[in-house]
Structure formats: C-alpha cells, structure tokens
C-alpha cells in the first residue's frame, strides 16, 4: 500500500471537488475555528452527507493543513499500527512543522484513538465521524474533557439562501418575501442535504440506503436486516409522531421492547432519527410516557414516506424540530426539548427548557389567515402556560403574523420563513 501516493490523490480529487462546487461558510464554521486556536481535537459528527468534509477543509482553508480519508476503499485493511506511518507521509507531503490536520472518518481503522490522542498535544486535529458514539469509547477514557465536538447538520434555511444567492439580513420587498417563500417550500419538501441541490431527490434516497445499511445495520452487525429496515422506514415515515417501543414491536416484528429501544438508539446514533421525551417534572412519568419521533431532514422523510408528503402540518413540524436541535447544538447546548401532553390531552409541540426554567412554549400550525387558528391549540398552550409558568408563547405558522390576547395570554405568531431567519436564532 504506497500510502503517500493514496494521501496525495485523495488532497487533489477533493480539491478538485472544492473548486467545481458551489461552496458556502457553514455556520458552524466560527465556533469551530475558535477551538482550534491552540492544539486541541475536534469531532465533527453529524449524518452521512451532510458537509463534515468541506467544513473542515473551510476551517484549515487559510493554513497548511494535511488531509485523509479513510473511508477510501484503498486505505481498506488499515491497522492502528500503521497510523504512524500515514503521518510521516502527510509529513513528507506538507513539512514536518505541519499543524493541522483532517482525519476524515477516523473511525474506520480499529484502535485509532491512541493515535489521535498522541498528536493532540503538538497538532491542531479535525476527526470526522457519522456516528454520534464515536467518542464514548477509549479516546473519551484519554482525554477527558480536553475534545470538543460539534453536531452538523445538513443546509439550515438561512444556508439554503445563502448558497441560492439570496440575501436575506435585510429588509425583504414583497417580491423577496414571495421568493423566499417559494424556496422554503421546496427546502421543507425537498430538505436541507448539500447534495440534493447538485443531484436531486435521488441522492436523497440513496443516503437514507447507506445511513440504515453501512451506519447502523453493518456497524452494529445486526442480523435481522429486513426488521431493522421496517422500523427505520416507519419511523422516519412518522415524523412527528408519538410511540411507544411497545407499539413498535409488530412494527418491526420483534417480540421484545428492549431490542425496539436498542435499534431505535442505532438509529438515532446514526443522525437518522432523533426522539423528545414528553415534559414532566417526575422523571419516571418522563420515561414511561410515549416519546415523539423527528427525522434529521426533511427530504429524507418526503422521500421514504408518501403519507407524510400530504401532510404539512408534520413536515412543518419536523422542520421546527431539526432547526431547534440544530440551534442548540450550534449555539445553546444549554437549552433541553420536550414536547407537552397532560391528560386532558392538552399538547404542545415544544417545551424549551434552560436550567430550571422554561423559557418558551413553541406550537406550530400550517395555517395562513386568523380564521384558520384552531382554539384546541390555543388552549392547549394557555394550559401549559399555567403550568409551567412561562409567558413567551409562539406559534410558528405558514403565512399568518399577529399577536393575539387569549384567555388572559398574550401569544405571538410568526411566520415560519420569519422565525428561520432570526438574526439571532439562538432561541
């Protein structure tokens, strides 16, 4: 295996690629380049295909940096031992005073973190992985504390026009809003993955194949392939959807819960998935209670599930979920997600919660005019105001704006294009 030569092609084909691509700052990108000011590691981890790779070149893009790829099928067979030698060849490649470097899904070669850790100390270190137990293993045991990792996400809204050409900090002419509104329409069918825009839905497809086979089914050696498969399948058809794992079993055709909550977890490892637990002060109501699933994009969810296509009200849903696990991961990590449901049945959508306080109660609803608010929801959110004592109450819809007095509650609508271009999106 001539490492060097392999190391050598895989900076050309990937700086070719970089070249010929329309290519934005993520905007993560910052906070990234702020933890690598002095030698330190950085995980990068999110779902397949959703940019981990350009944002670290992005990072390094103003500095010599040294790049590999172990996911190439020519580093196959590679072996902790042999770790020392790919780092002579970057050294030969770009000087031995080289700094910085991309270890582009790491995880491939068994034993890696010994080798990782042993850099950290000298070298300014980008570890990429799709797998968010990447680092609960040894390098967690090494480092303790002394890593950061950063969540990425495919394309928000704001990095969707950003990469459309279209500026959206300033104030929107109507004919703007009217464009702006169009484009979110397709970004709310259609989703947010970097490539979808280069290739289409069909890539789309495609990803959610390797996500469930290559990241979950492969990595997790899971015998029962086809049972694996219905349950992500139903899962990400039913975004935005309660369940329970019990409930799941005939799903799946397992007989057992336990299995249920462990493939759901490989999925949610794996960035496909994501659930929110219901709200409750007693923690073991939280974790008997039914949970409520959300799929990572949207144009994953559209494109595996005809149903969930007909309704956008769940598709607006989903996309307020991922936008709010995105906002957290990027910018408030200190903020928790629930969802509301009493048994009156009284529910919200969103509980956001920050230290003992919850800090805003989040309803969405596909509506466009007054006379299209459902009071069910509007009382629901008055109800779970009373009980948890917060004031700021939004509701997210499709087109309608207004603040309106409820049953002594103030509660605000916003547009969803309006509320995804928050200057500050931090909620």
Not at 196 to 212: H, M, S
Not at 308 to 321: D, F, P, T, W
Request: with cysteine.
């Amino acid at each position: 295996m001539d490492l060097k030569n392999i190391i050598e092609d895989q900076r050309a084909e990937f700086a070719g690629r970089i070249r010929e691509s329309r290519i934005i700052e993520r905007e993560v990108a910052e906070g990234v380049k702020e933890y690598l000011q002095h030698p330190n590691i950085v995980a990068i981890l999110g779902v397949r295909r959703c940019g981990k790779s350009v944002l670290s070149w992005q990072v390094f893009s103003h500095s010599e940096f040294g790049y590999v790829d172990f996911s190439d099928e020519r580093l196959e067979g590679l072996k902790a031992k042999d770790m020392n030698d790919t780092l002579l060849s970057l050294y030969s490649l770009h000087g031995k005073n080289l700094k910085n470097i991309i270890l582009d899904e790491v995880h491939e070669v068994e034993g890696w973190e010994r080798f990782v850790s042993r850099l950290r100390t000298r070298h300014r270190i980008i570890i990429t992985g799709s797998n968010s137990k990447m680092l609960s293993g040894e390098l967690s045991t090494y480092l303790t504390g002394r890593h950061m990792r950063f969540a990425l996400f495919p394309f928000s809204f704001r990095e969707v026009l950003r990469y459309e050409g279209i500026a959206h900090e300033k104030t929107l002419t109507t004919r703007e809003q009217s464009e702006v509104v169009s484009i979110l329409d397709d970004y709310m069918k259609n989703g947010g993955f970097p490539e979808r825009f280069l290739f289409g839905r069909a890539i789309v497809r495609q990803t959610y194949e390797d996500i469930v086979i290559k990241d979950v089914v492969l990595r997790a050696d899971i015998k029962k392939q086809e049972n694996i498969r219905r349950l992500a399948r139903y899962l990400v058809s039913n975004a935005s959807s309660e369940f329970t794992y019990k409930s799941l079993k005939s799903v799946a055709g397992i007989n057992r819960s336990a299995t249920i909550s462990y493939w759901t977890s490989l999925l949610e490892d794996a960035f496909l998935v994501f659930k929110l637990e219901r709200f409750s002060p007693k923690l073991k109501e939280q974790i008997l209670a039914p949970k409520k699933i959300y799929c990572v994009d949207n144009g994953i969810a559209n494109a595996i599930s005809f149903k969930i296509s007909e309704n956008r009200g769940k598709l607006m849903e989903n996309l307020v979920a991922v936008e709010l696990l995105r906002r957290r991961n990027y910018w408030n990590s200190d903020l928790e997600l629930f969802y509301f449901r009493d048994h009156q049945q009284h529910e919200v959508d969103f509980v956001i919660k920050e230290g003992l306080k919850v800090k805003q109660l989040v309803q969405v609803s596909y509506i466009s005019g007054k006379d299209e608010i459902e009071r069910r929801e509007l009382r629901s959110i008055v109800k779970a105001s009373e009980l948890l004592k917060c004031k700021d109450l939004l509701c997210i819809t499709w087109g309608y704006e207004a603040e309106e007095d409820f049953k002594g509650k103030r509660i605000k609508f916003l547009p969803l294009w309006k509320w995804l271009l928050l200057q500050n999106p931090a909620p």
